[in-house]
Nanobody, 124 residues
């Protein structure tokens, strides 16, 4: 198992940027894929981005493609989500999650450990 702690959320004006971080402890960090998910009020949780264990493969939701970048620093046991060009509709609680295996996946059921979430609020 792995413990995950997100940080970096906050309030930002539309068009601005935020960088979320997720620090992991427990099982070998590079052995599992990581994903970022978000849940807005009244909405279902959705996948935002995912990265393979090595960091060599990434995948993004269409709504954030070209604006968000997921990356990981396995030496620091940390995954990041750089969010640029933020929109009001990006407002949500963002969660990082660890997958069962190293291969990239965007399937929520493939993620077995979850962080507590960090709030991102984008104002117009």
């Amino acid at each position: 198992q792995v413990q995950l702690v997100e940080s970096g959320g906050g309030l930002v004006q539309a068009g601005g940027s935020l960088r979320l971080s997720c620090a992991a402890s427990g099982r070998t960090f590079s052995s599992f894929a990581m994903g970022w998910f978000r849940q807005a009020p009244g909405k279902e949780r959705e996948v935002v981005a995912a990265v393979s264990g090595s960091g060599g493969s990434t995948s993004y939701a269409d709504s954030v493609k070209g604006r968000f970048t997921i990356s990981r620093d396995n030496a620091k046991n940390t995954v990041y989500l750089q969010m640029n060009g933020l929109k009001v509709e990006d407002t949500a609680v963002y969660y990082c999650a660890a997958g069962r295996y190293a291969g990239i996946t965007r399937t929520p059921g493939s993620y077995i450990n979850w962080g507590q979430g960090t709030q991102v609020t984008v104002s117009s």
